[in-house]
């Protein structure tokens, strides 16, 4: 590739990395208050319809505005840098963890459900105990899902000076003059974030589910199972 | 851990229902009309009719997962409703047609469901989960940390039922527990639940839509028609006069058989076995004979050890007055039937080994008399007689 400029490369290793880690602050500060306001919106609607219709077509409205667009209409409210790239990537998480854990608190099967309230579960104790345990797998793909499509979006937080790795793309490539190594450097890094953090919510998911364990790719369940003490006796046994 | 340590003379209580009525909005007619029943401690109460009776949702007042609009229900002479719900709930058992095992949760952690509410320690739930699932044969070092989904359809049913019995209940409902499982399965659970009733007596009151499982399962049988008790009685007394044509048509045409099926050979006039004990002199036989106290079936007589077990049948005219009468191995006087046979499985042991007469014996296998097949028809004959005499009544 001869249009890759590796002195550039290593000559702003540093800043390089700054930059991920700015990104993977912004995805992270995102998603935990994404989740903290999509998980008690899922609990409240999971059993009324109605609100459950507003919550994800509410949600679904904020999804379908242009990102570009958004930040720029939340600069004259909230000024530029972090805080607009932070509330846009939250309003984007908020449809796909709202709608994935409302589906997966539904899908508890009815029998489940009504021998868990037979045998004397209160309200509290159907929530925390078989409802939610059994609605983690769909919350986690919607975490998943929402981690990987924020880290992509987080790059076009760079227009309104939010940082992170969009800056590389941005400020330092397109902006002069299409210098071409800082973008490459700018996609693939956050490429990388994407894949590695799907992969380590996978393995989470995987370790939260004893009960429906399939194989992981790559083999990399069975070296997962080594963090659970549990597995270590079973391993012992044979 | 196969001790019986934690079940503490398991507890079963009365359960009343007094003129309890449930309306639903929008329905013509109550779902349960005026329901008045007492289920005896210890107990098995099948609730049967055809669907849309009401017989799942008077079941289901009980722990109070449906409300009544009138009426009471008392377990013990305590009204449920004055019970918090989920409290009441811990000290019912119940058991549902799904199942509805908790998949993320092992074996051991569902059965342990209703002691972890009632928070008990966690040594006591252990060795009460062990305890459990030794009683419904599953071997608890092999399925305890099993998960739901690693179970048959069958083995789950099992786990619902240690999962319901946990909290030592006084008493149980059971929403047509196997009617989800092959008809051979449904017959193992059935006689696991029964032996199982006999160890743990609880309270149970049963739904069902099939009369023979009703028939089988039942120390009482409450029939239901549109929200209302039809008829309320021992198996027997449903299938020998059925209170009206609903219940005639509901138990069916072959109640005569169906009854055959819950008599048992005890239960009947047997005739006395001509008894002669092997090694005894011919001519002693020979003796009784002509004085009129051996009373041959077939122009033959039974040979028996001196334990009184039955060894061959031997025909008359092969007695000699000279010699000992043969000894036999046993097990050639076919067919042999226990005393707590049913009159259905003795009717068709005789027709399998085409005989006349079944030697009837007692539990160390003494012999107590002959069941001759005319006897059984008679039985049958008269039971429908019974029953035709109270239709027209």
Known sequence: ?238 | MTGAQTIDGSAAGILEFDGVTKRFSGMSRPAVDDFTLTVPAGKVVVLIGPSGCGKTTAMKMVNRLVEPSAGEIRIDGAGVRSRRPAELRREIGYVIQQVGLMPHLTVAGNVATVPRLLKWDSEKIRARVDELLDLIGLAPAEYRDRYPAQLSGGQQQRVGLARALAGDPPVMLMDEPFSAVDPITRERLQNDFLRLHRVVPKTVVFVSHDIDEAVKMADLIAVMREGRLVQYAPAAELLASPVDDFVADFVGADRALKALGISHVEAIGLRPAPMVTAGERGAAALARLVEGDLQPIDDEVLVVDSGRRPLDWLPIDRIRGDEPLPAAPLGRADPVVDQVTTLRDALSALLGASASHAVVVDGSGAVLGVLALEDIVTQAASSVRAETAGADA
């Not at chain 1, 429906?212 to 006796?233: C, M, N, Q, T």
Request: avoid cysteine.
């Open chain 1, 1 to 238: 590739m001869p249009d890759i400029r590796w002195d550039w490369i290593s000559r702003n290793r540093e800043d390089i990395v700054q930059l991920a880690i700015e990104h993977l602050v912004l995805v992270g500060i995102s998603m935990a208050i994404a989740i903290a306001v999509s998980l008690p919106i899922a609990i409240m609607v999971r059993n009324r319809p109605f609100w459950g219709g507003v919550a994800t077509y509410t949600s679904g409205v904020l999804y379908t505005i242009p990102s570009l667009a958004l930040f720029a209409f939340l600069v004259p409210i909230v000024g530029i840098g972090q805080e607009p790239v932070i509330i846009g990537l939250v309003a984007y998480a908020l449809l796909i963890l709202i709608s994935n854990a409302a589906v997966g608190l539904q899908s508890v099967p009815g029998p489940v459900r009504e021998s868990a309230r037979g045998m004397g579960l209160t309200g509290r104790q159907l929530l925390f105990k078989v409802e939610l345990p059994l609605a983690l797998p769909a919350i986690m793909a919607g975490i998943r899902l929402a981690t990987v499509s924020t880290v992509g979006i987080a790059t076009i937080g760079a227009f309104v000076d939010g940082g992170g790795l969009g800056e590389l793309i941005w400020q330092r490539g397109i902006q002069r003059g299409l210098f071409l190594t800082p973008i490459a450097v700018g996609a693939l890094v956050a490429t990388l974030i994407a894949i590695v953090l799907d992969a380590l919510l996978v393995g989470a998911e995987w370790l939260m589910k004893p009960w429906e364990r399939r194989p992981l790719p790559l083999s990399v369940g069975r070296r997962l199972a080594w963090a659970r003490p549990s597995e270590w006796k079973r391993a012992a046994t044979g």
